[in-house]
């Protein structure tokens, strides 16, 4: 089962910042958190990701709480096609695992004209 | 920008029948994945692949799939007897080494089995 919680929905206004939560609270020490997201049936798309300090990148930052038991990925300036769903996934670090990424429901974007 | 390819875009096939689903991941990558996606379902992992061999499996990657890199170029998710139930999207992934990296996922095989 995935490790992180996400709302199902949320919305935003075009050209607003989009701030989308993630609950991570068993995440370990040396696991990451990362970012994707998947546009009607695409395959996922890599936005950031990160393990303890805030990240930012062409796309998106990503925000990441002391405690490291939350995050919230932020796009600045939503458009139209920021529209899809976002998974918020926590990978296991072993050297003995895969590192297969669990997908959860994520959270669904709908920017608004 | 290399990108990770996937052919066909959609296959059709009749129940029992086996097919092959094709992948080129990025060319230094070195940790392969499949993943699949029932219309309307999450994301799930199928296999992983490392160093010419499975280095994990889930439940759903019975003894009907197979997995193989026979040239070093291409990856391949074989399906012996196709079900119903194997209708979905058939996503490959790739990524240069595990631990910090971002898997890079090529647009996707819809599968309908008939």
């Known amino acids: 089962d995935a490790k992180t919680t996400q709302p199902p929905s949320m919305d935003c206004a075009e050209g607003r910042a989009a701030n989308l939560p993630c609950n991570h609270s068993?995440?370990?020490?040396?696991?990451?958190v990362y970012w994707y997201r998947q546009i009607h049936s695409q395959g996922p798309q890599y936005i950031i990701h990160?393990?303890?300090n805030n990240e930012t990148n062409e796309m998106a930052s990503l925000i990441i709480t002391e405690d490291r038991k939350s995050s919230t990925l932020i796009l600045p300036h939503a458009t139209l096609r920021d529209t899809a769903v976002y998974y918020c996934?926590?990978?296991?670090?072993?050297?003995?695992?895969?590192?297969?990424?669990?997908f959860g429901s994520g959270t669904r974007l709908l920017v608004r004209p | 920008e290399p990108e990770v390819t996937q052919t066909p875009s959609h296959q059709v096939t009749q129940m029992g029948q086996e097919v092959i689903l094709r992948c080129v991941p990025i060319?230094?990558?070195?940790?392969f994945y499949w993943y699949r996606q029932i219309l309307g379902q999450k994301v799930e992992f199928l296999v992983s692949?490392?160093?010419?061999?499975?280095?994990?499996k889930s439940e759903i990657f019975d003894d009907q799939f197979s997995v193989e890199r026979p040239d070093g170029s291409n990856f391949t998710l074989k399906i012996r007897s196709t079900k119903l139930e194997d209708s979905a999207m058939y996503f490959c992934?790739?990524?240069?080494?595990?631990?910090?990296?971002?898997?890079?996922f090529g647009p996707g095989t819809r599968l309908t089995v008939l």
């Open positions: 996934i926590v990978s296991p670090p072993s050297m003995d695992s895969s590192y297969k990424l669990i």
């Open positions: 692949f490392y160093n010419n061999e499975i280095s994990e």
């Open positions: 060319s230094n990558h070195l940790y």
């Open positions: 990160g393990l303890k």
């Open positions: 068993t995440i370990s020490g040396n696991e990451y």
């Open positions: 992934a790739s990524t240069p080494s595990g631990w910090g990296n971002e898997q890079f």
